[in-house]
């Protein structure tokens, strides 16, 4: 296998994913809930683990249906939690990721088939967020947007790539570089990810995500100022 083809198509998924997340990390830093993909995520997968066992060979589009309705619901419920409790937002959110994670390992099996199809709508998501960002900072809109992409993004990227590239963007912004630049500074972190992995002939995930780590990592050590 040629190292292009190897690349292609997670490359593709990788930048969709950061276009998508992008613009959504941002707000996740300004509303101080870093945790919830892990919460959404393992709500959408304890909602689709759950269809695959009560559903005899449910379609993919049921389960992904009921996985994105289950990311919503966990969506609304942080939201609800953070606008009653603010003080203790991130340790309710961390609850409900242990509530999700638990009804998950409850559920029976889960359905492998659909990752491709997965791929096509994270596409979508990602040109739907970025046509509609100027709406984020409307809770309502963020946290259905967030729930949407998040049930699509973890399946194909996986939750630590979606977690690196959902918080590095906007930590970038907050070192004061601008969105285009904070993109491109984490979509190199990402690339140099992938180019270690094949290097190295390691899992793709685990690399990009200790890449995206360190990029992070020299974002926070950056003065807004420019200065080391």
Request: glycine share 8%.
């Amino acid at each position: 296998m040629s190292i292009d083809s190897w690349f292609a198509a997670p490359a593709a998924a990788l930048l969709c994913g950061l276009l998508a997340l992008a613009p959504l990390g941002q707000q996740v830093l300004q509303r101080g809930v870093v945790f919830i993909d892990l919460a959404v995520a393992q709500a959408a997968a304890a909602a689709a683990l759950w269809v695959a066992a009560l559903v005899d060979h449910p379609s993919w589009w049921v389960t992904q249906a009921l996985a994105a309705a289950g990311a919503l619901v966990c969506a609304g419920a942080v939201a609800g939690l953070a606008r009653r409790w603010p003080a203790q937002r991130e340790a309710l959110i961390g609850l409900l990721y242990v509530a999700g994670a638990s009804a998950a390992l409850l559920g029976a099996r889960q359905d492998p088939h659909g990752r491709e199809r997965l791929a096509d709508l994270l596409a979508t998501c990602a040109a739907a967020v970025l046509l509609t960002r100027r709406w984020l900072p409307n809770n309502t809109f963020f946290y259905g947007s967030f729930a949407v992409v998040a049930s699509l993004a973890v399946p194909v990227l996986g939750l630590f790539v979606v977690f690196a590239a959902l918080i590095v963007p906007a930590l970038w912004r907050r070192a004061g570089l601008s969105a285009r630049a904070a993109g491109l500074v984490t979509a190199l972190g990402a690339a140099s990810g992938l180019a270690l992995s094949w290097a190295w002939d390691a899992p793709s995930g685990a690399c990009v995500a200790l890449a995206l780590a360190a990029t992070g990592v020299a974002a926070a050590a950056r003065r807004p100022d420019g200065h080391g």
